[in-house]
Structure formats: structure tokens, C-alpha cells
């Protein structure tokens, strides 16, 4: 069978496939049968996150990495352990396969696997002195706290034996000390799936045992190549070979700074093949630990005196390499390339700031690096926290982790709150409520809540309880059909009545017990039979919109890809927005075509299905599940055409009740996540006619018709490219001339202060360009007055040999206005934070540039 992706397909629960195993979960747990009983792989692994997480031990050991291959065999019901057994001891020892000595050899077994025992020594000739029986830590495997498990055996080779040398056959704890050194590598692990594992710890033989093999390719090969070190094997010599390339020096087995080269290396591999499966950086889940992977392998190019991006060139040698093996990265090459230069840039952006901030900390005398700072790294300068304390580590200085965490916590909340507001404004009319009070829930009648609003948008219903205060009410109906907002669906309106009077529904939101209804009701309220009516046509624009999402999500996968996923969502009567997964903005034209497909969809009016089923069926069935979702026993599958999707929301009955799609527009949210916003139905016409009505008044003001648009604009355009020449012309005989302004010698520089009105960036770049023509040791700081006011600096060439930067001097002057800014060494720009301190800025310059080569000399 071919590797599975590094994403678990239907494995919600799992970061990243981290053993051969993963993609036969399902059948060793009897969920799913194959047509076939025996299968062999080379599965693709990442262990860089979650329980498996090697990341921080890369680099710095011989055998951790967050990528590798891991071989198996593995058997459903099949052969046993006798049979593998002697296909193990086949492979490793047979002349036509890898034909290591048995000499070199030793195994290990569970302490109660006489079975086991008896048969190495019998197949394999093993000595009893050389089979060592070890205890649940290391040699019984469980898939959980329940469920098939069993008993291990593992191969070891003694990396110290030379041809001719006996056989080491250590005392079982000199073994153990010996494998925990290095001398004996572990390179074959045996898993023999026998018994069922009850709550109660009980087992139980399993009538059809299975076996679970797995093989490190890393440590097969630097056994086979005479290393004790997986990174001096060809599998990573010629990523090392790059990093020289890239950094202007060799790899050196015996540096200290070999580390970073390996950690290069490593994460070279990592990043691209989880690139090509889909995985984008991100803050959450796989996303987040991708980003703590590339960062990590920022900071180590930076530590080899790196300030351009390094891992983007190292995934070509990964392409090269391994592309023939795993095709899909040939195909994704470019896109891989591209997305972590983009990672790399931003963060090379913001890496210098953030180290010069933790130096300060550190030269401050602190002990620990206050939770509010560790954020701020975080937050400003794109640290991960567990770089932020590798980096105070190697300073002697510990890091709040608490506190950090305390203000992580509090920013979400204020992101939540922020987002709660937008919903609420743009999701209902009806007057804020002040619900969940503390006031006395009144019981009226035992039952539990029914939903009934996938199937209506009115129902009778008996009271369960209420609670009033003041003239504020709360329900809780029996038959209830507003929904509560959940999964980006807004929540329903509409009234409540009953005898003579009625009550608008001002908030709906979720309880243990049930739905909660609220609205202002003046009189004291007496309990009886009420009818509950939903908004109809406010709901079923809800529901087009959220149909269209699945439909949106499931286009969008068809065009770009399945590294497509859902981010998140805001589903409301007049619009939808939907986040997902991808590296860079969508070509306009492909956009098109992406709504032209969920158009097709809607028209071909497939019916929405909706079913309730148990979780791992949903998953067989092909439902998308996602990681950071909690999902009960039993879910609800909704079907709209090839899309399929564990939902909780209402739908439309067929996709044509849709009507139409039309994007508005897309945009990013973060780093590897994308968005596009959408109407539907009537709003969707709606937006056709303001558009045609936006051409006609377009057209009035150009003097034309709206079908002879294009060729007015064109004209226009064409008449701006001359007026363009002129000006150029005028700016190469004469206006782009250096500024006429006072020099101040300071210290070696000649210093010129001066004002401009322009705002073009072209414009000043050929003022810079004219000013360092010719002269030497001298710098420009230019004043932009226009606008909100700037800042701008530029340096000779000899000043920049020198190490100076017009970011640092640019940065220095921006902030007695409270701006910041950066560019080019020889040339950087600033925003004014407060235009009205310009004036201080340009008063303080001198004594700034003063100060600024007094620290560069």
C-alpha cells in the first residue's frame, strides 16, 4: 500500500500520522474490513506535536527528527508471530536484503512472552543470553486506555561489533544501560496485536491477532552505511551540502554550531512534505506546530549569520531527492517553495526586533521573562513560546508560563468578544438582553427539550420552565424551534404567543438544559401553552447561505486542493464568510471559476440529505472532520451532492433553493488562512443590480454609455501614461535633484535635514538615488510634511559597508512621533505616529544621529 498522508484521514483526534499503523487503525479495531489480509509500507511520519514530539530534541541527537519513513509489515488476522518473526529475521540477516551478521544482533521480548522466547531462539538460533526480557514500559503496546494491545519484540544491532568480534551478550541491565548510551540500536519493532483491553484492565485473547511492524528507514540506513549518526547518511548529506552552500561554510561533524545545520536539514523535510499534504502554517493545531517548525529553522539559519530565507532553497534539494518516491511534491514544488519563503520573509521581519527585546531582558538582570513579555514575543514578533524559552534557556533565564498563558487566554477572549459583537450586529434587529441571571428557575412541567426547527419554523409547545425578573423573561420549551448560534450560524428571531399577547424573541442561547428563549415581557407572567414562530424568511436565507458554505468548501477543495479546510465561519440572513486553509491569494479568474462550479451546483439542484449516525460510520462514509472539533457518539451527516460534512444547522431542502451565489470578495486573515465572503438568493440579486447601478452612474460621470466603459477608461489611462512621461521627464532634468538644505557635520557623517511634499515612493527613491550619487560618509533624513506626515532616510554606500542601516536611524527618529517603519539598508521609510510631533522629531535628529553612530562605532 502507498504512504497515507501526514494528515489522518477521518482522525480528528490525531495531529499528524506518526506510525505505520495509523492508516490501519480501523481494521485492527474491527471498524473496518479491507479486501486484502497482509500489507506492507513506507509511511511518511511526522512527531513534532501533541503526546509524539521529538522538535525539541532535533539537532542536537543522532537519531531525533520530526520527519522520517517508518517501513512495516503488518498482518489482519493473518500470520502470527511466528511467521513474523522469521520474516523479520529474513530481512535483516538475509544476504539478498540487508544482511547484517546475526552476530550483531540481540532482541528483546515482553517478560511474560515465553511464546515469543522460544521461537527467536528457535528460528533465529538466539541464545537465551542474548533475548532479554523487559517489562510494559518498553515492550507492550495499546493502541488506548482500551482496545487491542500486545506484547513486543525488538531487534537491536551492536554498533561497536567488527567482523570477528563475538557476540555481545551483556547482563540485562548492562544491556539496558548499553541501549540507553547508543551502542545497541533498535531498528525492528514487532507489535503483536493478541488481546482486548477492557475498562477494568482486564484482557482478553482476541480471536483473530494481528501484528503491527515497524522499522526506522533513517537508523536501517546508517547501519548499512557504517554511521552511528542518521545525519552523515545520504538521506540528509546533501541537505547538509546546501545549508554550506547557503551560508558560505561546510558542514563540520565536530562544530558547535552542527547543530543548526542538522536542524536545517531536518526541518527542510518536515516543512515540505507536510506542505504537499496540506497542512498550512497557521496559530492552531498542524497549522500552529508547521509555523513552530519553520520558525525554528529561521532562528538556527539566523545563528549561521542567515537574513534571507534559507529553508525555501532547502525543500528544492527535498523535491529532488525524494520526488521520484512521493510524486506529489514534484507537483506541489513551486506552491511549497513559495509558501515558506512568504513564512520565512515575515518573520525575518520581525526575528532581529524580537531578539534585540529578550537581550534587553536579559541585560536587565531579570531572572525569569514575565508572562505579559513572553506574549508580547508572541503576539509582536512571531516567537513561539517554546522558542522564547529554548532562547531564555541558553541565557540562564526562565520564562512565566503561567502568565503567558493568562494573557493568551485574554486576547482570545477579547477576539471572541470583538467577533460576538459583529455577529450580533449584523445578525439581528432585535433589542439587546440581559440574560442568564441569577433569578430562580420556576419549573412548570419534567420533559426533556425537543429541536424542532429542521423541520419547521412553528410550533405549539408546552413550557418546561421560565424565570422572570423585572420585566425581563426566559423560556424553555418543549417544542422548540429557534436555533441557538452554533458553528457560525447565527441565532434565529421571532415572537413567542399565547391568549392575548405577544413577546419578540430578543436572544436565544444555548443551557444545560436546553434552548433558553428571552424577551421583555411587562406583566408577571403566568405559564400555559404558547406558539413559537421563527423569522420564516430570515431563516431560510440563513439557510441558504449556510448550504452554500458546504458547497463553497467542497468547490474550493476540487480547485486548489485538499489541503483546503475549513477555519471557520459567520453565517447570517444577508451574507456568509467562510475561512479556510490556503497559502495566498486566489487568482481572480480561478476565483470565477470556483463560483461558476458552486453555481452548477445549485442549478443542479441535488437534495440535501440529512442523517444521524454513529461517529466512525460518518468517517467511513467520507464525512470531513476536523481536529480542533469535539464530536459526540452519535452525529449528524449532512449530503448535498459529492459534499459530505458532520453539520448541526439548518439547510435548505435542495441546493437550487440556493438560487444564486455571488462572491463580493476575498481577503486573509492570517498567515495560511484565507476568506471569502458570499451572497446568496435574494442578496445575490440584490448585488447584481447595485452593481449595474454603480455602472450607470460611472458611466454618467465619464460622459458615456455603460457598454462604452472600457473604452473610456482605456483613453483615460492612456492620456495618464502621457502626463506619467512628462512628469519623469521633468524629475530627470532637474525635480529629483538632491534637496538644497543645511549639513551638519556629526561626528565623521555630513548629516542633511530637509523637507519634501511628495508621498510617491518612486519619486523619493530617485531623490535617495540622487543625494548618494557621488558622495561619500553622508546621510539624508527627509521630512515628508504631506498627508500624515513621514520619515525618510538615506546612507552612502561606505556607511552602509560600514554596518549601518537606515531602518535602525529611520526607526530612532519615527518614534519621538510614536511611528515605525523599515526598508533597505541604504534606504528606509517611517510613518509619523502623531504628525504634529514631526516638528520634536526634526528637532531631536542630530542629537538621534549622534547617538545612533556613537553605537554603531
Known amino acids: 500500500m502507498p504512504s ?40 511518511k511520519c ?59 544482533l540481540l532482541v528483546t521480548v515482553h517478560h511474560t512472552d515465553d ?25 507492550f503496546w495499546q493502541m488506548g486506555d482500551t482496545g487491542p494491545c500486545g506484547p513486543c519484540s ?114 527542510a523535510r518536515a516543512v515540505t512534505f507536510l506542505l504537499a499534504d496540506g497542512v498550512v502554517p497557521g496559530n492552531e493545531g498542524r497549522g500552529y506546530v508547521l509555523r513552530r517548525i519553520l520558525r525554528r529553522a529561521v532562528r538556527h539559519a539566523w545563528l549561521l549569520g542567515r537574513r534571507e530565507p534559507t529553508l525555501a532553497p532547502l525543500t528544492a534539494v527535498v523535491v529532488e531527492r525524494m520526488g521520484d518516491a512521493y510524486p506529489e511534491l514534484r507537483a506541489k514544488a513551486q506552491q511549497i517553495h513559495d509558501a515558506v519563503s512568504g ?46 524559552q529554548l532562547i531564555a534557556g541558553e541565557r540562564g533565564i526562565s520564562v512565566d508560563l503561567e502568565g503567558f498563558e493568562r494573557a493568551l487566554a485574554e486576547q482570545r477572549q477579547r477576539s471572541r468578544d470583538v467577533a460576538g459583537r459583529g455577529k450580533r450586529a449584523g445578525g439581528s434587529d432585535a433589542p439587546a438582553l440581559r440574560t442568564g441571571g441569577a433569578g430562580k428557575w420556576r419549573t412548570v412541567r419534567r420533559g426533556r427539550q425537543r429541536f424542532t426547527g429542521y423541520d419547521t419554523t412553528e410550533s405549539e409547545s408546552d413550557i418546561l420552565a421560565f424565570r422572570q425578573e423585572g420585566d425581563q423573561l426566559e423560556l424553555l420549551l418543549r417544542e422548540n424551534p429557534f436555533y441557538a448560534e452554533s458553528g457560525g450560524q447565527v441565532s434565529d428571531t421571532g415572537a413567542l404567543s399565547g391568549g392575548d399577547w405577544t413577546m419578540p424573541v430578543g436572544a436565544v442561547r444555548k443551557s444545560e438544559k436546553g434552548t433558553v428563549l428571552a424577551g421583555t415581557f411587562a406583566e408577571p407572567f403566568e405559564p400555559a401553552v404558547v406558539r413559537a414562530a421563527v423569522d420564516a424568511e430570515r431563516r431560510r436565507n440563513i439557510e441558504r447561505n449556510h448550504s452554500a458554505t458546504h458547497l463553497a468548501h467542497a468547490a474550493l477543495r476540487r480547485h486548489l486542493g485538499t489541503h483546503v479546510r475549513q477555519q471557520g465561519s459567520l453565517v447570517e440572513p444577508g451574507r456568509l464568510r467562510f475561512d479556510f ?5 486566489i487568482d481572480p479568474e480561478l476565483l470565477r471559476a470556483i463560483e461558476q462550479d458552486i453555481n452548477e451546483q445549485i442549478l443542479a439542484n441535488a437534495p440535501v440529505v440529512t442523517r444521524e449516525m454513529p461517529y466512525p460510520d460518518a468517517l467511513a462514509l467520507g464525512a470531513m472532520a476536523f481536529f480542533s472539533e469535539k464530536y459526540g457518539d452519535v452525529v449528524r451527516v449532512v449530503t448535498m451532492g459529492d459534499s459530505i460534512e458532520l453539520c448541526g444547522g439548518t439547510h435548505v431542502r435542495s441546493t437550487g433553493q440556493i438560487g444564486t451565489l455571488r462572491i463580493s470578495g476575498q481577503g486573509g486573515v492570517a498567515a495560511g488562512v484565507r476568506r471569502i465572503e458570499a451572497v446568496t438568493g435574494p442578496a445575490a440579486l440584490a448585488a447584481v443590480h447595485e452593481i449595474e447601478g454603480r455602472l450607470a452612474r460611472i458611466a454618467e460621470t465619464l460622459r458615456t454609455q455603460p457598454e462604452h ?33 543645511p549639513t551638519h557635520r556629526i561626528r565623521d ?17 530617485q531623490v535617495a538615488d540622487a543625494f548618494r550619487s557621488g558622495k561619500a560618509n553622508a546621510a539624508l533624513v527627509l521630512f515628508g510634511v504631506a498627508g500624515r506626515g513621514a520619515v525618510h532616510v538615506a546612507l552612502t554606500e561606505d556607511l552602509v559597508r560600514r554596518g549601518l542601516k537606515a531602518g535602525d536611524l529611520v526607526n530612532r527618529i519615527a518614534a519621538v512621533s510614536g511611528g515605525r517603519g523599515g526598508g533597505r539598508p541604504h534606504f528606509a521609510s517611517a510613518g509619523a505616529g502623531d504628525p504634529d510631533r514631526l516638528t520634536a522629531a526634526r528637532d531631536a535628529t542630530p542629537a538621534l544621529v549622534a547617538e545612533w553612530l556613537a553605537t554603531a562605532s
Not at 65 to 71: G, Q, S
Not at 253 to 267: I, K, P, Q, Y
Not at 749 to 765: K, Y
Open 4 to 43: 497515507s498522508s501526514l494528515v489522518p484521514e477521518g482522525d480528528p483526534t490525531l495531529l499528524f500520522t506518526n506510525a505505520g499503523m495509523v492508516q490501519f487503525k480501523r481494521v485492527f479495531q474491527g471498524q473496518e474490513r479491507r479486501d486484502y489480509l497482509r500489507a506492507v509500507t513506507c509511511q
Open 749 to 765: 557623517v555630513d548629516v542633511t535635514i530637509a523637507e519634501t511634499a511628495s508621498e510617491d515612493r518612486a519619486e523619493l527613491g
Open 709 to 741: 466603459l472600457q473604452r473610456r477608461i482605456e483613453q483615460l489611462l492612456e492620456e495618464r501614461e502621457r502626463l506619467e512621461e512628462r512628469l519623469q521627464q521633468a524629475l530627470r532634468e532637474g525635480a529629483g535633484a538632491a534637496p538644497a538644505a
Open 154 to 267: 525488538e531487534i537491536y544491532v551492536d554498533l561497536e561489533w567488527r567482523p570477528g568480534d563475538p557476540p555481545a551478550a551483556p547482563a540485562k541491565p548492562a544491556f539496558e544501560h548499553l541501549a540507553e548510551q547508543g551502542r545497541f540500536l533498535e531498528i525492528w519493532n514487532l507489535v503483536f496485536m493478541q488481546f482486548d483491553r477492557s475498562a477494568d484492565g482486564t484482557l482478553t485473547p482476541l480471536p483473530r491477532p494481528s501484528v503491527d511492524t515497524g522499522a526506522g528507514l533513517e537508523r536501517i540506513a546508517a547501519v548499512m552505511q557504517g554511521e552511528d549518526d542518521n545525519f552523515h547518511t545520504d538521506l540528509f548529506q546533501p541537505l547538509l551540502d546546501r545549508v554550506g552552500e547557503l551560508v558560505g561554510r561546510s558542514y563540520d561533524r565536530s562544530s558547535a554550531e552542527r547543530g543548526s545545520f542538522r536542524v536545517l536539514a531536518d526541518h
Open 581 to 585: 486553509s490556503h497559502h495566498g491569494p
Open 343 to 388: 513564512e520565512e520573509t515575515r518573520f525575518l521581519d520581525t526575528i532581529e526586533a524580537g531578539l534585540r527585546r529578550l537581550d534587553e531582558l536579559a541585560e536587565g538582570g531579570t531572572t525569569t521573562i514575565p508572562g505579559d513579555e513572553a506574549f508580547r514575543l508572541y503576539d509582536t514578533f512571531g516567537f513561539p513560546i517554546d522558542l522564547t
Open 115 to 139: 511464546e515469543a522466547r522460544r521461537l527467536w531462539r528457535e528460528i533465529a538460533g538466539l541464545p537465551e543470553a542474548r533475548i532479554y526480557g523487559l517489562g510494559d514500559k518498553d515492550n
Open 46 to 104: 511526522v512527531r513534532a506535536g501533541g503526546k509524539h514530539n521529538d522538535l525539541e530534541q532535533v539537532g542536537h541527537t543522532r537519531r531525533h527528527h520530526t520527519f522520517f519513513e517508518m517501513l512495516g509489515n503488518f498482518s489482519f488476522g493473518d500470520y502470527f508471530k511466528r511467521e513474523a518473526i522469521a520474516y523479520a529475521w529474513e530481512f535483516v540477516t538475509g544476504k539478498d536484503w540487508l544482511g547484517i551478521s546475526p552476530d550483531r
